[in-house]
Structure formats: structure tokens, C-alpha cells
């Protein structure tokens, strides 16, 4: 997969957008020349070269000038601090439960809780939520997402993406064709901006018939690289 995304990435301008933290993302991933759009689409970064012969600046300095957009940097200190709320009160009191730091966002997964034990573990994350009224909860795949309570989602970064890119919706250009691949729930947001553009394509991951925007679906991870080859073949071919 690695080695598709690569090619596309050398043909057209390419970005993963992801609910875990940026960081994580560019440790899966690894390729400096992807712009990378962690927490939900909170943490956006351009592509880098390699940060350690950087003119003249160090690696933090490269980092710093490679960010682009984080939208929810002010809540940043109260992220952490529900962090550690989190892991004292939930991670440590429920067994199976696993929080996980995404910095500007938080998730709380149950997967390996017994069932028993949801709903007590829900109260656990919403009494932590108390205190803090400018967080919200959303739910994903047997996880519990807090996030800062604005108005911004993979949607917005996709946005914010194609007006960075020159490829605003008011752009007069025919020559751009924006395509967000993606397998979760919180992709949908994404999907609805391709929708109301008018122009591009959602391409749903998923075995399973879904209600759901996107124009098209793929089964698996396998039909992707499959797809994300036959796009760059494509291309080498006009
Ligand atoms: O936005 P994505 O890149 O699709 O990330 C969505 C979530 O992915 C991770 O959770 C998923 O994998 C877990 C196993 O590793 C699984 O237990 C969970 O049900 C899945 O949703 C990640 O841990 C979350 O932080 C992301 O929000």
C-alpha cells in the first residue's frame, strides 16, 4: 500500500486524514512528501523534506514551518489534562479499556471491555466531560472520541486542503478532480463536501451495503492499492 501511495503522491497532491494524532500517522506511513491531516483534521501539515538537512533550521524548526493549519491549538493544555483524567478514571478503573492520546482529540476504546461494564464506563468519560464544557463526545467503532467543541471536522480539512492546494470550489479550473478514499464513520463529513461540490469523488471503504455519501465504494484495503495503481497507470497512460 505504502509503495501506491507513493506513486500517486508523485503524480497528484496527497493527503491522509486521520483520527489518530499526526505524529502516529507519519510513523505508519512515512512518506515526507504526503500532506498529513491528524485528530480529526485538527493538526495539518504540509509536505517536508527530510527534516535533518534542513537549511540552516533544525528538525523542530522544519516541523513548525510544515504546519498549516491546527484549528484547536488553544485547547491543547485542556486535552492533556483530560488525558490524565482519563487514564486514572477509566483506563485504570475499567478493565480493557485503552485511552489513547491523539492530542487534539482523545479516544476512549471499549473494544475490550466486557459489555457489562459499557455503560459504567460511558458514565466514568462523562463525568470527566463535566468539568469541561467546551469538549464534546462522538462515538466511532466501540470508541468514545472527545474532541474540542468547534466546528471542524475531516470535512473542513478537506476544505481547507483544496483551498491551500489553489483548488477552491470557486476556483474556475476543470482540471482538478479531488478523490477522499475512507473506511469510518467520521469519513462521511469528507463525503458530503465532495457531494455538495459537485465535482470529485467519496469512495467508501466497506464490504457491507452503508447508508452513506459517498459516490462509490471499494471492499477493502486490497481494492484500494488495486485502485490507487490502476489511477497512476492511468495517468503514465494519457
Ligand atoms: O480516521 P481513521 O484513520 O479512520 O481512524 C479512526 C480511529 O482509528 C483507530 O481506531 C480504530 O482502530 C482500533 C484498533 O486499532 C479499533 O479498536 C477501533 O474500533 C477503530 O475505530 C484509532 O485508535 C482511533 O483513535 C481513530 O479515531
Request: aromatic residues 8%; proline residues 4%; glycine residues 8%.
Amino acid at each position: 500500500m505504502r509503495d501506491a501511495v507513493r506513486g500517486v503522491a508523485a503524480r497528484f497532491p496527497t493527503a491522509i486524514v486521520s483520527g489518530r494524532c499526526r505524529d502516529k500517522v507519519f510513523s505508519f506511513v512515512r512518506l515526507a512528501e504526503l500532506y498529513y491531516a491528524g485528530s480529526h483534521g485538527m493538526d495539518i501539515r504540509g509536505p517536508t523534506a527530510d527534516a535533518n538537512h534542513h537549511h540552516g533550521n533544525g528538525k523542530a524548526e522544519a516541523e513548525a514551518e510544515a504546519v498549516l493549519c491546527q484549528p484547536a491549538s488553544e485547547f491543547l493544555p485542556v486535552m492533556q489534562e483530560v488525558y490524565a483524567a482519563l487514564v486514572a478514571k477509566v483506563e485504570r478503573a475499567i478493565p480493557g479499556a485503552k485511552v489513547e492520546d491523539n492530542k487534539f482529540c482523545l479516544s476512549v476504546h471499549f473494544r475490550c471491555v466486557e459489555e457489562a461494564c459499557w455503560a459504567a464506563l460511558f458514565e466514568q468519560v462523562r463525568a470527566v466531560l463535566r468539568d469541561h464544557p467546551g469538549l464534546r463526545l462522538t462515538q466511532g467503532r466501540k470508541v468514545l472520541e472527545v474532541r474540542p467543541m468547534i466546528r471542524w471536522d475531516k470535512g473542513k480539512a478537506l476544505e481547507f486542503l483544496l483551498h491551500a492546494l489553489g483548488f477552491a470550489a470557486d476556483a474556475d479550473r476543470d482540471d482538478v478532480f479531488p478523490i477522499y478514499v475512507g473506511d469510518d464513520r467520521t469519513d462521511e463529513d469528507a463525503f458530503r463536501v465532495l457531494r455538495a461540490r459537485g465535482h470529485g469523488a467519496g469512495i467508501l471503504v466497506s464490504r457491507f451495503p452503508k447508508d452513506t455519501s459517498a459516490s462509490f465504494t471499494l471492499r477493502d484495503p486490497a481494492e484500494v492499492k488495486e485502485f490507487l495503481r490502476k489511477l497512476v497507470g492511468a495517468n503514465d497512460d494519457s
